[in-house]
């Protein structure tokens, strides 16, 4: 196994947690908001399980590939559009709260998109 599966796999486990994690108490994956506040994380998932379904999805979908060795591509892409939606929401969402909120974990997620793009390219260079 190259290199550039191993990262891909472990960043496709990582993934999973986060997804897991999600699946947990609420507690775990963010602070009490002031009362009458809400941030855009926390409205998307009013649609549903959206944050652990992404993760976790993106994830398994990673761990696969790197594992076949197919599809790493698409898997690291589907990764850059999650990261990068759950990055853009905490961001703009603690932007917009009053007083606004940190914004670490957002250029956090931001930060792994890159890094799977990053993949992208790793992947197109080894030629998997």
Same mark, same amino acid.
């Given at each position: =196994?190259?290199? @550039?599966?191993?990262?891909s796999l472990?960043?496709?486990l990582m !993934?999973?947690?986060?997804? /897991?994690?999600? +699946?947990?108490?609420?507690?775990?994956?963010?602070?009490?908001?002031?009362?009458?506040?809400?941030?855009?994380?926390? =409205?998307?998932?009013?649609?549903?399980?959206? +944050?652990?379904v992404i #993760?976790?999805?993106?994830? @398994?979908?990673?761990?696969? /590939?790197?594992?076949?060795?197919?599809? *790493?591509? @698409? !898997?690291?892409?589907?990764?850059? #559009?999650? +990261? =990068? #939606?759950?990055?853009?929401? %905490?961001?703009?969402? /603690?932007?917009?709260?009053?007083?606004? !909120?940190? %914004? *670490?974990?957002?250029? %956090? @997620?931001?930060?792994? /998109?890159?890094?799977?793009?990053? =993949?992208?390219?790793?992947?197109?260079?080894?030629?998997?």
């Open positions: =196994m190259s290199g @550039a599966r191993i990262v472990i960043m496709g !993934a999973i947690v986060v997804g /897991a994690t999600y +699946w947990g108490p609420t507690e775990w994956v963010r602070r009490p908001l002031p009362p009458n506040q809400t941030s855009i994380v926390v =409205m998307v998932e009013s649609i549903g399980p959206v +944050w652990p #993760f976790t999805v993106t994830g @398994a979908a990673l761990v696969v /590939a790197s594992l076949l060795g197919r599809y *790493v591509v @698409a !898997a690291h892409v589907l990764g850059i #559009f999650g +990261w =990068m #939606f759950y990055g853009a929401a %905490i961001i703009v969402g /603690a932007v917009l709260s009053e007083p606004p !909120a940190p %914004i *670490v974990t957002g250029l %956090i @997620a931001i930060g792994v /998109a890159g890094i799977h793009f990053g =993949m992208t390219r790793a992947h197109q260079e080894v030629g998997e």
